[in-house]
């Protein structure tokens, strides 16, 4: 079945501690992206990447980085500098000629301590 | 400019009746509308978009209404059930030349469909 997978389901952190998110799709799809989801806030960009090896800072970057080595994974790292990281975080991914009709992962749950 | 404002921020309506989420958005570069419908602890799926070209666009019993020169859309959620009860987003983006795939999200509309 093609999709997005997204581990850890839910994940809990210390404070002062870095932690990564993985995000892998088997859609052949060239852009990937990360989303954070708080209550009442609707769904903010952390980073997008468009292609391998690029990627770009979304609205809410400060305190999280990302690579993108490879097409099919984009994983997220929330920093210790990250001062309210508990949150539900979505990665989705669309095509590049399509950019707009983004497919989201079923999101992992981050709880710090 | 590049916010979208969602209502309301939750909704009740009876099963079999229509559900009603209202949107608003101010940059007109915008020209792609998509909702996504999420059920909790899973992310949102996307459920019907619609280009600013058209003023309505209908699939089974979701329909979205457009209004280019008020600059705002709207979801349409004929015959309710319960099975509709989720939460429901709208956004917008600008495609073009130098398209991002950037979405603006709405702050989210809670509907509960009460058989």
């Known amino acids: 079945d093609g999709g997005i997978t997204q581990s850890p389901k839910y994940l809990f952190r210390k404070e002062g501690q870095n932690v990564t998110l993985s995000c892998e799709q088997n859609l052949n799809h060239d852009a990937m992206y990360w989303y954070r989801q708080d209550p009442g806030q609707g769904l903010r960009l952390i980073y997008y990447s468009q292609i391998v090896n690029d990627f770009q800072k979304g609205d809410i970057a400060e305190g999280y980085s990302v690579s993108r080595e490879k097409k099919e994974s984009f994983p997220l790292t929330v920093t210790s500098a990250q001062k309210n990281p508990t949150a539900f975080y979505l990665c989705?991914?669309?095509?590049?000629?399509?950019?707009?009709?983004?497919?989201f992962g079923p999101g992992t749950r981050l709880t710090v301590l | 400019q590049q916010q979208v404002k969602q209502s309301p921020q939750s909704l009740i309506v009876q099963k079999g009746g229509i559900s009603i989420i209202n949107c608003a958005y101010e940059?007109?570069?915008?020209?792609?509308f998509p909702w996504y419908q999420q059920f909790p602890g899973k992310g949102p799926a996307l459920l019907i978009a619609?280009?600013?070209?058209?003023s309505e666009k209908k699939e089974g019993r979701f329909t979205i209404s457009f209004n280019k020169s008020a600059k705002q859309f709207s979801l349409h959620i004929m015959d309710s059930q319960p099975g509709d009860s989720a939460t429901y987003f709208c956004a917008a983006s600008r495609r073009g030349s130098s398209n991002t795939g950037k979405l603006i999200f709405g702050q989210g509309t809670t509907l509960q469909v009460k058989p």
């Open positions: 940059n007109t570069a915008f020209d792609y």
């Open positions: 619609i280009r600013p070209d058209v």
């Open positions: 989705a991914s669309s095509l590049r000629d399509s950019y707009n009709e983004q497919f």
